[in-house]
């Protein structure tokens, strides 16, 4: 089913190691309009300080499972052949727009393929480094994942990138600032085309 109307969703996409989670965190500050941050459901175990329907909906797996035959997702995938499931809940989005906001969801490039077919009009944004070796760069500073992830997520990174020109905007993460000012600016001049 393709929506079309006033639904407010943005979407921000972009490998691992390109900004994401602390962009995402300055632009729910600071943005002119509304963002409402979508918490994504997984079956994977909490981490340590994780909090249920904060960080994560922690759901068992025939938990996910009930809520994909029932078509609650808007969309969901198993990540890095972890075994773990993970998905955006149609219910985010209208937590969202019930408080007159966007729903502001950050998700990996097959999840927003799926989200711009049922909403062609999602505000699309793909983030990516200035280079490939500064993404590897970034990557092996959190020192948290083991040569094989990295390599993983690097083949992952390559093919992504290949599908940036799919998204309404690509914005470099160079400096942080700038790619927040930017992104804040699109998403100005989104509303105000909305609200014309």
Same mark, same amino acid.
């Given at each position: 089913?393709?929506?079309?109307?006033?639904?407010?969703?943005?979407?921000?996409?972009?490998?691992?190691?390109?900004?994401?989670?602390?962009?995402?965190?300055?632009?729910?500050?600071?943005?002119?309009?509304?963002?409402?941050?979508?918490?994504?459901?997984?079956?994977?175990?909490?981490?340590?300080?994780?909090?249920?329907?904060?960080?994560?909906?922690?759901?068992?797996?025939?938990?996910?499972?009930?809520?994909?035959?029932?078509?609650?997702?808007?969309?969901?995938?198993?990540?890095?052949?972890?075994?773990?499931?993970?998905?955006?809940?149609?219910?985010?989005?209208?937590?969202?727009?019930?408080?007159?906001?966007?729903?502001?969801?950050?998700?990996?490039?097959?999840?927003?393929?799926? &989200?711009?077919? +049922?909403?062609?009009? %999602? !505000?699309?944004?793909?983030?990516?480094?200035?280079?490939? *070796? =500064?993404?590897? /760069?970034?990557?092996?500073?959190?020192?948290?994942?083991?040569?094989?992830?990295?390599?993983?997520?690097?083949?992952?990174?390559?093919?992504?990138?290949?599908?940036?020109?799919?998204?309404?905007?690509?914005? &470099?993460?160079? +400096?942080?600032?700038? %790619? !927040?000012?930017?992104?804040?600016?699109?998403?100005?001049? *989104? =509303?105000?085309? /909305?609200?014309?």
């Amino acid at each position: 089913m393709v929506h079309s109307g006033p639904e407010r969703i943005v979407v921000l996409s972009g490998p691992s190691g390109s900004g994401k989670t602390t962009l995402v965190r300055k632009l729910v500050e600071c943005a002119d309009v509304t963002l409402v941050k979508s918490v994504s459901a997984t079956t994977r175990p909490p981490r340590p300080g994780e909090i249920h329907g904060d960080d994560y909906w922690f759901l068992t797996a025939a938990e996910f499972r009930e809520k994909l035959n029932k078509n609650e997702f808007l969309e969901h995938a198993e990540v890095f052949s972890s075994g773990f499931l993970y998905g955006t809940l149609r219910s985010e989005l209208d937590r969202a727009w019930s408080r007159n906001a966007w729903a502001f969801l950050e998700i990996d490039v097959q999840g927003a393929l799926k &989200v711009m077919q +049922q909403y062609p009009n %999602a !505000v699309t944004i793909f983030l990516k480094t200035p280079s490939p *070796e =500064e993404f590897e /760069r970034r990557l092996r500073a959190r020192g948290t994942e083991s040569e094989e992830v990295i390599q993983r997520r690097l083949t992952t990174a390559l093919r992504e990138l290949q599908l940036a020109n799919r998204y309404k905007y690509v914005v &470099v993460n160079d +400096q942080l600032e700038t %790619a !927040v000012s930017e992104i804040c600016a699109i998403l100005k001049a *989104e =509303e105000m085309a /909305r609200n014309a």
